[in-house]
Nanobody
């Protein structure tokens, strides 16, 4: 099992920055991919950014150049640095982890609210 706990959300003005953290615990040694998703009211949950155990990253087009995902080598924490925030970034942000061993398993955090508003 893997447990994920997010932190770092809050209210920020347009153009501001926030850094989200996701602390992983449990059987983290076999995590293959970690990522951040978000869900705005009335919209489907979407992948914002992902990072593999080999440090390959991918981003949704709307955040490229503004957001950066990173992780500690031990897979214990994954970060999402969010710069130049826009009102359309407002959503609940969820941490996600995928483990391949012994079976393919997916885990979610409880979510943290990010509100971008003046």
């Amino acid at each position: 099992q893997v447990q994920l706990v997010e932190s770092g959300g809050g209210l920020v003005q347009p153009g501001g920055s926030l850094r989200l953290s996701c602390a992983a615990s449990g059987s983290i040694f076999s995590i293959a991919v970690m990522g951040w998703y978000r869900q705005a009211p009335g919209k489907q949950r979407e992948l914002v950014a992902g990072i593999t155990s080999g440090d390959s990253t991918n981003y949704v087009d709307s955040v490229k150049g503004r957001f950066t995902i990173s992780r500690t080598k031990a897979n214990s924490t994954v970060y999402l640095q969010m710069n130049s925030l826009k009102p359309e970034d407002t959503a609940v942000y969820y941490c996600n982890a995928i483990r391949l061993i012994p079976t393919i398993s997916e885990y979610w955090g409880q979510g943290t609210q990010v509100t971008v508003s003046s």
